[in-house]
């Protein structure tokens, strides 16, 4: 059994650029969540994706918009970066719709923006 | 708004010690998380709890879930290094919601 996996570990980007994060599910997944983690901080949760809709949204700003792919994996991608944009991004997948089935959660890419 | 607040924020503690991480929150949820995560890595799950009364145990871990005082506890018997990390929890409600986290230093 596959684990979640993301790309890249890590990454740096100016103010203004745009990114693009990439999380491939837990084998028999078909539900990914995106997390930003600033240091010292507990994750905060930014959408989720169930079967290549939207299900779900934080308190995130538009310019954080993602994609889900019929193989489940997923992307997360960041316009117009800003300076508290720098975190760890974490992606977590899990078996059913909704927050509340077990997450199990990648290793993050850590977005550094100066 | 659901709010989630764990105490303490930092813990050190002596090897053998026990000791008790709170977490409460603000809203009714009847499901709660306990992850780890170990510096620079990713957050592992240990325990869900999924209903009032729910006591889980793993090792030197257990978690409990009170949902009428809407507090969950994790406690740790007799501390080793090895549990030495950061402890979340989080509350489902239409989101997940983690706690700050209680960063545990376990000590020789």
């Known amino acids: 059994e596959t684990g979640v996996t993301q790309s890249p570990t890590h990454l740096i980007k100016t103010r203004g650029q745009q990114v693009t994060l990439r999380c491939s599910s837990q084998s028999g997944h078909n539900t990914v969540s995106w997390y930003q983690q600033a240091l010292g901080q507990g994750p905060q949760f930014i959408f989720q994706y169930y079967r290549e809709e939207e299900n779900g949204r934080g308190n995130f700003p538009p310019r954080f918009s993602g994609l889900q792919f019929p193989n489940y994996s997923s992307e997360l991608n960041v316009n117009a970066l800003e300076l508290d944009d720098s975190a760890l991004y974490l992606c977590?997948?899990?078996?059913?719709?909704?927050?509340?089935?077990?997450?199990?959660f990648g290793p993050g890419t850590r977005l550094t923006v100066l | 708004e659901l709010k989630v607040e764990q105490n303490p924020l930092f813990l050190s503690m002596q090897e053998g010690k026990n000791y008790t991480i709170y977490c409460n929150y603000s809203?009714?949820?009847?499901?709660l998380y306990w992850y780890r995560q170990d510096p620079g890595k990713s957050l592992e799950s240990l325990f869900v709890?999924?209903?009032?009364?729910a006591v889980k145990q793993e090792g030197r871990l257990m978690a409990s879930l009170d949902t009428k005082a809407r507090l969950s506890t994790l406690h740790i018997t007799a501390a080793v290094h090895d549990l030495s990390a950061t402890y979340f929890c989080?509350?489902?409600?239409?989101?997940?919601?983690f706690g700050a986290g209680t960063r545990l230093t376990v000590k020789p």
């Open positions: 809203t009714t949820s009847d499901r």
């Open positions: 709890l999924l209903s009032n009364g």
């Open positions: 989080a509350v489902v409600q239409n989101d997940m919601r």
């Open positions: 977590a997948s899990s078996a059913r719709q909704g927050v509340e089935d077990t997450q199990y």
